[in-house]
T-cell receptor, first 116, second 114 residues
Framework: DQQVKQNSPSLSVQEGRISILNCDYT??????FLWYKKYPAEGPTFLIS?????DKNEDGRFTVFLNKSAKHLSLHIVPSQPGDSAVYFC???????????????FGKGTKLSVKP | DTGVSQDPRHKITKRGQNVTFRCDPISEHNRLYWYRQTLGQGPEFLTY????????KSRLLSDRFSAERPKGSFSTLEIQRTEQGDSAMYLC????????????FGNGTRLTVT
């Protein structure tokens, strides 16, 4: 049973436009959420995070929105650039695991393609 | 910051053989994690260490898998009597001991069991 779901395996957008990547979760105990980006033949790299006490966090071109009532979060990339083409993973953690990020639960990822 | 280093990058082995992977974390990070990723899936947690202590193991970690982190520095992950289902990317990550500290992943070891 997938606790973190990324229902879109792929997304294609034009350079300069907005990319919106979505993530749904089922475990109401999750209280910290992260997005990781992964290029081929590399490990995932941390992009941005959000605590459940917030509904928005922004870092440059990247903004994460959290809707706790809907158990939904989204990552917005504005403007999108060809270098953003990668697989994006949503991940979540619950404080019940004692504050360790060792038990991050990842979604299956969304492959973003930004066309010039 | 030289990043998390994993060795080897690729390993091809025959079913039934034992394999060992090594991970060197970022030097000031006291937490080290092992994850496994198969095609089309996100990374799945296997185990983690704080310094030399192995604090948590996933039920995915069968008794054929063993991980060590002697002296709280590098870590090894050994798989005994490999099976074809063990074919995956094995990712190592490290972090400092802070709740919100993100994991820094290495580039992984891709294991192929033939």
């Amino acid at each position: 049973d997938q606790q973190v779901k990324q229902n879109s395996p792929s997304l294609s957008v034009q350079e300069g436009r907005i990319s919106i990547l979505n993530c749904d979760y089922t475990n109401s105990m999750f209280d910290y959420f992260l997005w990781y980006k992964k290029y081929p033949a590399e490990g995932p790299t941390f992009l941005i995070s959000i605590s459940s006490i917030k509904d928005k966090n922004e870092d440059g071109r990247f903004t994460v929105f959290l809707n706790k009532s809907a158990k939904h979060l989204s990552l917005h990339i504005v403007p999108s650039q060809p270098g953003d083409s990668a697989v994006y993973f949503c991940a979540a953690i619950s404080r019940i695991y004692g504050g360790s990020q060792g038990n991050l639960i990842f979604g299956k990822g969304t492959k973003l393609s930004v066309k010039p | 910051d030289t990043g998390v280093s994993q060795d080897p990058r690729h390993k091809i082995t025959k079913r039934g053989q034992n394999v060992t992977f090594r991970c060197d974390p970022i030097s000031e990070h006291n937490r080290l994690y092992w994850y496994r990723q198969t095609l089309g899936q996100g990374p799945e947690f296997l185990t983690y260490f704080q310094n030399e202590a192995q604090l948590e193991k996933s039920r995915l970690l069968s008794d054929r898998f063993s991980a060590e982190r002697p002296k709280g520095s590098f870590s090894t992950l050994e798989i005994q009597r490999t099976e074809q289902g063990d074919s995956a990317m094995y990712l190592c990550a490290s972090s400092v001991s802070s709740y919100n500290s993100p994991l820094h992943f290495g580039n992984g070891t891709r294991l192929t069991v033939t």
